[in-house]
């Protein structure tokens, strides 16, 4: 069965940085077809941040574009997410995802074994 752990969460001020990881049980992230990183604020549908491939392609919302980045240690069976330049509107609960089957786009429907989430609060 499938575990996925966040951590790394916080609270930053505008302009700060912060690194989430995921750690996976019951799966090698070398193998994951496309696993990533979703994100749900208060009153609002999840949405997609970032995800990566097994062949290690990354792929971003255009908010995440050009400011967080998506990578992944096969030693640890980690997936990270650095996230530079917070901004109040990234306030949301991170959430870790890994795709059902070889579902390879950025749709939460997608995603079928999912983290508890870590909070993300950027606040000054």
């Known amino acids: 069965q499938v575990h996925l752990v966040e951590s790394g969460g916080g609270l930053v001020q505008p302009g700060g940085s912060l690194r989430l990881s995921c750690t996976a049980s019951g799966l090698s992230i070398r193998d994951a077809y496309n696993i990533g990183w979703f994100r749900q604020a208060p009153e609002k549908r999840r949405e997609f941040v970032a995800r990566i491939t097994r062949e290690s392609q990354a792929y971003y919302s255009d908010s995440a574009l050009d400011r967080f980045t998506i990578s992944k240690d096969n030693t640890k069976n980690t997936l990270y997410l650095q996230m530079n330049n917070l901004k109040p509107e990234d306030t949301a609960v991170y959430y870790c995802?890994?795709?059902?089957?070889?579902?390879?786009?950025?749709?939460?429907?997608?995603?079928?074994?999912w983290g508890q989430g870590t909070q993300v609060t950027v606040s000054s």
């Open positions: 995802g890994l795709a059902t089957g070889t579902y390879s786009s950025n749709s939460p429907s997608g995603f079928g074994s």
